[in-house]
């Protein structure tokens, strides 16, 4: 996961509930940047879902349903960690049972603690870190480290901790331009002269290293699976497949395996497009987009075969001129999704299969920015008007709600909540729309974290911990 993509999940972390969907200026901007800053863009999608609106309406079939309300107060677990002052906030959800979350006050200090997302109780206490001129960006979670990511002036390091205690291990600067992998058993680090390193999560240690070649690679992302989904769940997001993609100046695309750094092949692909909105790999595909000079000529979508050597790459997906892409991201079962716009603004998505490329269905999407999440063979798309509507997985619209605050609590199951304001707490089933409001809550002041059962957000000066079993 590329470093400023930290901040980006920071900052709409921060500002979630003030926009409902990705501008287009924004949406062209992040365009424009390098390939580290969409690595994790389905991720960023799922986060831009939570964002502003009050009602909590639920529409099946079209048929809009009467507004969810609730009398009674979404029940606590444990007693709320107290910031000692407004802050900003950072918080996940670990896969050890267990709630990390990093916090800076007005005066600069900041502080993280860890409780257990079944008591409450606090597993160790509030500790300090950094200094009172870093800014906190964000908390991740991998199997065997916490990693809190800070940034002192243009500069970022990010900071990694013993999950069991919170004690400091090791840091690990890192430039605007590196590419950084997080893989369950090593942090890969790129850097722009085109070295590649691997480092051990619990020491530090350099597992294995690469110089910068004469034909230096220019993009370093990890490989997608279906099941990584779950980071759409509220699950810690590392990969987990051992296939390291590297794309060279020249365009060579290697496959390298990530805990060792043996080169497994190359395969010859079209030369990378000079300035690409999207690369990723997934499972046994790269995919990148192509576009000519200017923002509304059109773009190609381009799949490389990384299963044999002589497996290329070809053009799987067009659109004239007219339209410019916002967001290429896997969609699940070997999926892919396409979102765009035209000259007027007006989004649509296109789900494509992810070998050929064959369009299997296309909805509208959202003016000037569409989100697009996929969990479990439902995708959820941000459309018109701000409605969010659900689309199974032949494309048939399931259900719709105009909640501001929606994403996914399981596999088969919505979580809306309210923004800016206090309000309802309610969970959604799928396939059959059945709303439960399980009760009512304030309103977050930064990103919330979230298991099926529990739901923890900052609330301004503490963070609060829920239970949503009921």
């Avoid at 409902?20 to 863009?41: K, S």
């Avoid at 870190?129 to 800070?150: F, H, I, K, M, Y």
């Avoid at 269905?361 to 959820?380: D, E, R």
């Amino acid at each position: 996961m590329p470093v400023d993509l930290d901040d980006m999940f920071a900052t709409l972390g921060r500002h979630a509930d003030g926009i409902p969907l990705v501008p287009a200026e924004q949406a062209r901007h992040r365009g424009r940047q390098r390939t580290r800053n969409r690595a994790m863009v389905a991720a960023a999608a799922a986060v831009c879902l939570i964002a502003a609106g009050v009602s909590v309406v639920l529409v099946r079939h079209d048929r809009q349903s009467a507004p969810v309300t609730s009398k009674r107060t979404l029940p606590t677990v444990g007693a709320p960690v107290e910031f000692g002052d407004q802050a900003r906030a950072a918080t996940a959800a670990g896969t050890d049972g267990r709630l990390y979350t990093a916090w800076q006050t007005l005066n600069g200090q900041i502080s993280m603690n860890a409780v257990d997302l079944r008591t409450g109780a606090v597993a160790w206490p509030a500790r300090p870190l950094g200094s009172r001129t870093d800014e906190l960006q964000a908390v991740n979670v991998v199997p065997r480290a916490l990693v809190v990511t800070l940034r002192r002036g243009s500069a970022t390091t990010m900071h990694i901790f013993d999950p069991a205690d919170g004690r400091p291990r090791w840091q690990l600067p890192i430039d605007a331009r590196d590419d950084v992998v997080r893989h369950e058993s090593v942090l890969v680090r790129t850097s722009a002269s085109g070295r590649t390193e691997a480092f051990d999560w619990a020491t530090g240690a350099r597992r294995w290293q690469l110089p910068a070649p004469a034909d230096r690679p220019v993009h370093t992302v990890g490989t997608y699976l279906d099941r990584n989904e779950d980071m759409l769940l509220g699950r810690p997001f590392f990969f987990t497949d051992d296939r390291l993609v590297q794309v060279t100046r020249a365009g060579k695309v290697q496959v390298r395996d990530i805990t060792t750094g043996e080169l497994q092949r190359t395969v010859t692909a079209a030369p990378p497009d000079a300035d690409p909105r999207s690369y990723f790999a997934y499972d046994g595909w790269l995919y990148n987009d192509e576009h000519e000079c200017c923002e509304r000529n059109g773009y190609r979508v381009r799949a490389t075969d990384l299963r044999s050597d002589a497996g290329g790459s070809r053009v799987v997906f067009t659109r004239g001129p007219g339209h410019q892409l916002d967001m290429l991201q896997m969609c699940g079962e070997q999926r892919v999704c396409v979102s765009d716009q035209d000259r007027n603004g007006t989004g649509t998505v296109s789900v494509l299969e992810a070998a050929t490329g064959r369009e299997l269905w296309q909805v509208p999407g959202a003016k000037n920015g569409t989100s697009v999440s996929t969990v479990h063979g439902y995708t959820l798309v941000g459309g018109a008007d701000g409605e969010r509507i659900v689309h199974d997985r032949d494309g048939k619209r399931v259900f719709s709600t105009p909640a501001g605050s929606v994403t996914w609590l399981d596999t088969d199951t919505l979580m809306l909540l309210p923004s800016l304001v206090a309000g309802p707490a309610a969970k959604v089933t799928l396939p059959d729309g059945k709303v439960t409001v399980l009760g009512e809550v304030p309103p977050a002041s930064d990103a919330c974290a979230w298991t099926p059962d529990r739901l923890a957000c900052p609330v301004g000066t503490s963070l609060r911990l829920w239970d949503l079993s009921g």
